[in-house]
C-alpha cells in the first residue's frame, strides 16, 4: 500500500490540526505500509480522516445489539468510518477502520468523538493482547489533536485506526433478524461466508456451519481472555467479533491480585461482566447470534453448534492452563490442582502475573528451594500443601526443572498492560509526551521476553494504581 492522497473528506469528519503521535509498524506489515511512510506529512491527514488515499470510499456500518441483556434497535459506527480495506501481498484482507471520525448518521446524542485517554489505551491493549497471542483487532497509528471534547470534564480529541479482517459484529446480523429484514440477512451471511468463511461456500448447511466456526472462536478466544487473567469490561453482543478476536476494547483490566469476581467496568454495578461471569456470558452471546440466524439455518443445526461452546471453552482453558503449571500429561486431578492454588490466590491477594511467572522457578527437589514461592502467601503452611502435590504431580510426569522453566516463560508473560501503566502513558501524553506510548508498545509486543531494563514495568501496582476506575465513558 502507497498512500497517495487526493480528496479531502467534509469538514465535519476533520480534526484540527492532526498529528501523528505514534505509528505501529508491525500493524503497517500487514498492508504492505512501509513505515517511512509514516513520516510524510499527508500520514496524519490520512489517518486523521482529511484525506482520502485513491480508492477509499468512507463508509459507517450500522449494527444493533443486547447492552448488558437488553436489546438496542439501533447502534452502529457512531463515531467511527471504515476507510477501506486493504488486500496484502498473501491475499489477506484487512479492513482499516478510523475510531473517533466524527458525526455519522448513527451517532444518535454522541459528539462521534474518541478522547486521547480511550484511543491509547485501545491501541496499546490490543497491541499487548497480540504480543500475548491473543486474538484481536490491531492498531496502526494513533493521530492526536488539540480538538476539545467534552466528557465528563473537558479532554483532547484522538483517532484510532484499527485494522481487522472485518468489523462484522454479532450485532451486525441482529439488526436485520428484529427489523424482519431476512433478505438481507442472508445478503450479509452470503457476504461474510464469501469472503472470510470461503471453505463454507459449498456444500449444505452452510449458515449453520459458519455459526459453528463462529462458536468455536468464541469458545478458544474467552478461554484465552481467562488464562491470562484479562476481562474485556462491556461484552454487549456489538462488541462480540464474528471473526472470533478481541474487539472494542474499553473499560477493560488486566487483574493484579487474583480476584474471581474482578469487575473491571466502574459502571457494571450488578457484575454482569465479571471476570469469571465471561465464559456464560460468550456462551448467552452466541445464543443472541444463533437467534438471528434462525430465517437461515435449521433450530436443531443451530443448537447442536452452540452446545459445542462449553466443552470446547473448558477443554481449552484447561489446556492452557495445564501449560501455565508447566504440566504435559492430562490427569482428571488437574482442574482440583489448579481450582485450590486459584483459591489459595484469591485469598492471599496474589498478584497473578507476577506469581505465574514465578511458579516456573519451582524446583521439585527440595521444598527449601521454593522460599521465594512460600512468601507471596501469609499462610505459608497452606501454601506448602498446596505445592507438595504440585510437586508430586511434576514428579509423576518426571518433569525436569530446567525443560519446565522454559516452557513456562512462554507461557506465562513477564509483563501486562496493568491500569497504572496505561495511565502514566495517558498522564505524560495529555501533557504532550507521547515517548511512553511508543516504550509501552515495544515493551508489550514482547511480553514473555526478560527485557533486563524494563524490569520496572513487571513490578506490582504501586498503591495509586491499584483499583483505579474505569467506566465505559470514553
Ligand atoms: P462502545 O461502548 O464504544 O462499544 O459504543 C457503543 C455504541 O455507542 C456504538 O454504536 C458507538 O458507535 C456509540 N458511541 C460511543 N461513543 C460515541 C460518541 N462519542 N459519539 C457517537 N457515538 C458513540
Ligand atoms: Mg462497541
Given at each position: 500500500?502507497?498512500?497517495?492522497?487526493?480528496?479531502?473528506?467534509?469538514?465535519?469528519?476533520?480534526?484540527?490540526?492532526?498529528?501523528?503521535?505514534?505509528?505501529?509498524?508491525?500493524?503497517?506489515?500487514?498492508?504492505?505500509?512501509?513505515?517511512?511512510?509514516?513520516?510524510?506529512?499527508?500520514?496524519?491527514?490520512?489517518?486523521?480522516?482529511?484525506?482520502?488515499?485513491?480508492?477509499?470510499?468512507?463508509?459507517?456500518?450500522l449494527y444493533s445489539g443486547h447492552q448488558f441483556g437488553v436489546y438496542v434497535p439501533q447502534l452502529g459506527?457512531?463515531?467511527?468510518?471504515?476507510?477501506?480495506?486493504?488486500?496484502?501481498?498473501?491475499?489477506?484482507?484487512?479492513?482499516?477502520?478510523?475510531?473517533?471520525?466524527?458525526?455519522?448518521?448513527?451517532?444518535r446524542?454522541?459528539?462521534?468523538?474518541?478522547?486521547?485517554?480511550?484511543?491509547?489505551?485501545?491501541?496499546?491493549?490490543?497491541?499487548?493482547?497480540?504480543?500475548?497471542?491473543?486474538?484481536?483487532?490491531?492498531?496502526?497509528?494513533?493521530?492526536?489533536?488539540?480538538?476539545?471534547?467534552?466528557?465528563?470534564?473537558?479532554?483532547?480529541?484522538?483517532?484510532?485506526?484499527?485494522?481487522?479482517?472485518?468489523?462484522v459484529r454479532f450485532g451486525t446480523f441482529e439488526i436485520f433478524y428484529y427489523r424482519?429484514?431476512?433478505?438481507?440477512?442472508?445478503?450479509?451471511?452470503?457476504?461474510?461466508?464469501?469472503?472470510?468463511?470461503?471453505?463454507?461456500?459449498?456444500?449444505?448447511?452452510?449458515?449453520?456451519?459458519?455459526?459453528?466456526?463462529v462458536?468455536?472462536?468464541t469458545?478458544?478466544?474467552i478461554?484465552?481472555?481467562?488464562?491470562?487473567?484479562?476481562?474485556h469490561g462491556v461484552m454487549n453482543t456489538d462488541n462480540m467479533s464474528i471473526?472470533?478476536?478481541?474487539l472494542d476494547?474499553g473499560?477493560?483490566?488486566?487483574?493484579?491480585?487474583?480476584?474471581?469476581?474482578?469487575?473491571?467496568n466502574?459502571s457494571d454495578?450488578n457484575?454482569r461482566y465479571?471476570?469469571?461471569q465471561q465464559?456464560y456470558i460468550g456462551l448467552w452471546n452466541l445464543s443472541c447470534l444463533a437467534q438471528a440466524l434462525l430465517?437461515?439455518?435449521?433450530?436443531?443445526?443451530?443448537?447442536?453448534?452452540l452446545?459445542?461452546y462449553?466443552?470446547?471453552?473448558?477443554?481449552?482453558?484447561?489446556?492452557?492452563?495445564?501449560?501455565?503449571?508447566?504440566?504435559?500429561?492430562?490427569?482428571?486431578?488437574?482442574?482440583?490442582?489448579?481450582?485450590?492454588?486459584?483459591?489459595?490466590?484469591?485469598?492471599?491477594?496474589?498478584?497473578?502475573?507476577?506469581?505465574?511467572?514465578?511458579?516456573?522457578?519451582?524446583?521439585?527437589?527440595?521444598?527449601?528451594?521454593?522460599?521465594?514461592?512460600?512468601?507471596?502467601?501469609?499462610?505459608?503452611?497452606?501454601?506448602?500443601?498446596?505445592?507438595?502435590?504440585?510437586?508430586?504431580?511434576?514428579?509423576?510426569?518426571?518433569?525436569?526443572?530446567?525443560?519446565?522453566?522454559?516452557?513456562?516463560?512462554?507461557?506465562?508473560?513477564?509483563?501486562?498492560?496493568?491500569?497504572?501503566?496505561?495511565?502514566?502513558?495517558?498522564?505524560?501524553?495529555?501533557?504532550?509526551?507521547?515517548?511512553?506510548?511508543?516504550?509501552?508498545?515495544?515493551?508489550?509486543?514482547?511480553?514473555?521476553?526478560?527485557?533486563?531494563?524494563?524490569?520496572?514495568?513487571?513490578?506490582?501496582?504501586?498503591?495509586?494504581?491499584?483499583?483505579?476506575?474505569?467506566?465505559c465513558?470514553?
Amino acid at each position: 500500500m502507497r498512500v497517495f492522497p487526493r480528496r479531502s473528506t467534509p469538514s465535519s469528519i476533520q480534526l484540527p490540526s492532526p498529528r501523528l503521535v505514534s505509528f505501529n509498524p508491525a500493524a503497517a506489515e500487514l498492508i504492505d505500509l512501509d513505515p517511512e511512510q509514516a513520516k510524510r506529512p499527508e500520514c496524519a491527514g490520512v489517518f486523521g480522516g482529511s484525506l482520502l488515499v485513491p480508492g477509499m470510499e468512507p463508509l459507517a456500518m450500522l449494527y444493533s445489539g443486547h447492552q448488558f441483556g437488553v436489546y438496542v434497535p439501533q447502534l452502529g459506527d457512531g463515531r467511527a468510518i471504515l476507510l477501506g480495506e486493504v488486500r496484502n501481498e498473501r491475499g489477506e484482507k484487512w479492513d482499516l477502520h478510523l475510531k473517533g471520525a466524527g458525526l455519522t448518521p448513527f451517532s444518535r446524542e454522541g459528539d462521534g468523538r474518541a478522547v486521547l485517554r480511550s484511543t491509547i489505551r485501545e491501541y496499546l491493549c490490543s497491541e499487548a493482547m497480540h504480543g500475548l497471542g491473543i486474538p484481536t483487532t490491531r492498531g496502526l497509528c494513533l493521530v492526536g489533536s488539540d480538538h476539545q471534547v467534552y466528557r465528563e470534564q473537558v479532554e483532547t480529541g484522538a483517532m484510532l485506526v484499527r485494522m481487522a479482517p472485518s468489523h462484522v459484529r454479532f450485532g451486525t446480523f441482529e439488526i436485520f433478524y428484529y427489523r424482519k429484514q431476512h433478505e438481507q440477512l442472508k445478503i450479509l451471511a452470503d457476504y461474510v461466508i464469501a469472503n472470510h468463511f470461503p471453505h463454507l461456500v459449498d456444500g449444505s448447511n452452510k449458515y449453520a456451519r459458519f455459526f459453528s466456526e463462529v462458536v468455536e472462536g468464541t469458545a478458544k478466544l474467552i478461554a484465552q481472555w481467562q488464562a491470562v487473567g484479562w476481562a474485556h469490561g462491556v461484552m454487549n453482543t456489538d462488541n462480540m467479533s464474528i471473526h472470533g478476536i478481541t474487539l472494542d476494547y474499553g473499560p477493560f483490566g488486566f487483574m493484579d491480585d487474583y480476584n474471581s469476581g474482578f469487575i473491571c467496568n466502574h459502571s457494571d454495578h450488578n457484575g454482569r461482566y465479571a471476570f469469571n461471569q465471561q465464559p456464560y456470558i460468550g456462551l448467552w452471546n452466541l445464543s443472541c447470534l444463533a437467534q438471528a440466524l434462525l430465517p437461515l439455518a435449521e433450530k436443531e443445526d443451530l443448537k447442536t453448534a452452540l452446545d459445542r461452546y462449553t466443552p470446547l471453552c473448558e477443554g481449552q482453558y484447561m489446556e492452557l492452563m495445564r501449560a501455565k503449571f508447566g504440566l504435559i500429561e492430562t490427569k482428571e486431578e488437574d482442574a482440583s490442582l489448579i481450582q485450590d492454588l486459584l483459591a489459595l490466590m484469591q485469598l492471599h491477594h496474589v498478584d497473578y502475573t507476577i506469581f505465574f511467572r514465578a511458579l516456573g522457578l519451582c524446583r521439585t527437589e527440595s521444598a527449601s528451594l521454593n522460599e521465594p514461592l512460600r512468601d507471596f502467601f501469609l499462610d505459608r503452611e497452606a501454601f506448602d500443601k498446596w505445592a507438595h502435590r504440585y510437586a508430586d504431580r511434576l514428579r509423576e510426569e518426571r518433569s525436569r526443572d530446567d525443560d519446565r522453566l522454559v516452557r513456562m516463560n512462554r507461557v506465562n508473560p513477564k509483563y501486562v498492560l496493568r491500569n497504572y501503566l496505561v495511565q502514566t502513558a495517558i498522564e505524560k501524553a495529555q501533557q504532550k509526551d507521547f515517548s511512553e506510548i511508543n516504550r509501552l508498545l515495544t515493551l508489550l509486543q514482547n511480553p514473555y521476553s526478560d527485557q533486563p531494563a524494563m524490569n520496572a514495568y513487571a513490578a506490582p501496582p504501586p498503591n495509586w494504581g491499584k483499583h483505579l476506575a474505569v467506566s465505559c465513558s470514553s
